[in-house]
């Protein structure tokens, strides 16, 4: 599924979203717009360049090791299920369909804004695509390039008025079965998405 045009103009400065950005809990019982969850998709790793691979974050050797999966409960014009975002062509491929925002927030250690979120972004690696070029050091860069889309994510959440906080605290092997993710996948980061 094609997702809506990103936007590169918005109503917030960059300046005024790093003054208001916080960690966000609690959600308004409201879905979450496609047109908001397309532009923090970009934002993530949207194609910024026409015709090139340069995304939206820094990627050592532009390497690209980060995938996005967006576990979907309540966003308008969506299916509810797990989708994963491919940046070439800014669309969503379903994987499977249905509310899986219950075994994510289990496999969260219950933590409550992950039911509560309209949508759940997690982001997995794919760490062979970094080492392969930079050996042992390309683990760092993979966990730097996490924290540059995780700061993309709080910044263009925040302008959209959506609320976000990042989760770290997981099991692995829980999340990464609930996406359905390659077996060289490893989940870094959860993001849940609802107005704020």
């Known amino acids: 599924m094609y997702l809506p045009k990103p ?4 109503k917030m400065s960059l300046e005024e979203a790093i003054f208001k950005r916080r960690s966000v809990k609690e959600f308004l019982d409201k879905p ?8 923090i998709l970009w934002a993530a790793q949207g194609i ?17 090791p980060l995938e996005i999966y967006v576990v979907v409960k309540e966003v308008e014009n969506l299916k ?8 070439v062509n800014h ?24 039911l509560d979120a309209k949508a759940n972004l997690v982001i997995t690696a ?13 683990v760092r860069y993979v966990h730097m ?3 540059h889309v995780g700061q993309n994510i709080y910044l263009q959440s925040t302008a959209l008025g959506v609320g976000t906080v990042a989760v770290g605290a997981f099991y692995d092997e829980y999340v990464e079965k609930v996406v359905e993710c390659e077996p060289d996948e490893k989940a870094l980061y959860v993001f849940p998405l609802g107005i704020q």
């Not at 794919?126 to 390309?138: A, D, K, L, N, W």
């Open 80 to 87: 509810p299920g797990v989708h994963r975002y491919i940046p």
């Open 145 to 147: 390039e996490a924290g």
């Open 48 to 64: 910024t360049e026409p015709g090139k691979k340069f995304r939206s974050a820094p990627s050592a050797g532009a390497t690209y």
């Open 32 to 39: 979450l717009k496609l047109e908001d969850l397309s532009q």
């Open 91 to 114: 669309s969503l491929k379903m994987i499977k369909e249905g509310d899986f925002s219950y075994q994510l927030y289990r496999a969260c250690i219950n933590q409550r804004w992950v």
């Open 126 to 138: 794919v760490y062979g695509r970094t080492t392969s070029i930079y050996g042992e050091r390309g």
């Open 7 to 10: 936007r590169i103009y918005g």
